[in-house]
């Protein structure tokens, strides 16, 4: 099925002008840019979005990177775009990444890992509405 997903460039990888080169990665795989937009979160955005991770060691750490910098927030559509996001990015922690994902190519660790995916159908949603609205997505 036709499905959207949302995507994060994270600081790391704004940091070193890869936006364009990771936006490249997901258009080669077929997934439509449908929305996007730069922003930079505030630390009180940053942990609301990652609020279900805030029992985890890594929280406050994931928290302060994520606002340290801008991020570039996208809607990506397309047949099964959830899982095809996943598979494009590659593993959470790079050094398990595959050959030829974005992890694998870009990201500098578990933490700085360049990309976030939605990983499943009702996180997808919820995410995509807490950057966008409805008016902003442009099919
Ligand atoms: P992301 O897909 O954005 O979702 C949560 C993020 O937490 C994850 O990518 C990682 O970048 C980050 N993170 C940092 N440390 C860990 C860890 N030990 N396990 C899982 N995720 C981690």
Known sequence: AIERTLSIIKPDATRRNL??????????A????????????SPAQAGKFYEVHKDRPFYGELVEFMASEPVVVQVLE??????KNREVMGATNPANADEGTIRKEFALSMGENSVHG?????????????????LELVG
Request: negative net charge.
């Open 19 to 28: 936006t364009g080169k990771i936006a490249a990665k997901f258009e080669e």
């Open 30 to 41: 077929g997934l439509r840019i449908v929305a996007s937009k730069r922003i930079h979160l």
């Open 78 to 83: 397309g047949e099964n775009a959830i899982a």
């Open 118 to 134: 939605s990983d499943a159908a009702d996180t997808a949603k919820e995410e995509i509405a807490f950057f966008f609205s409805g």
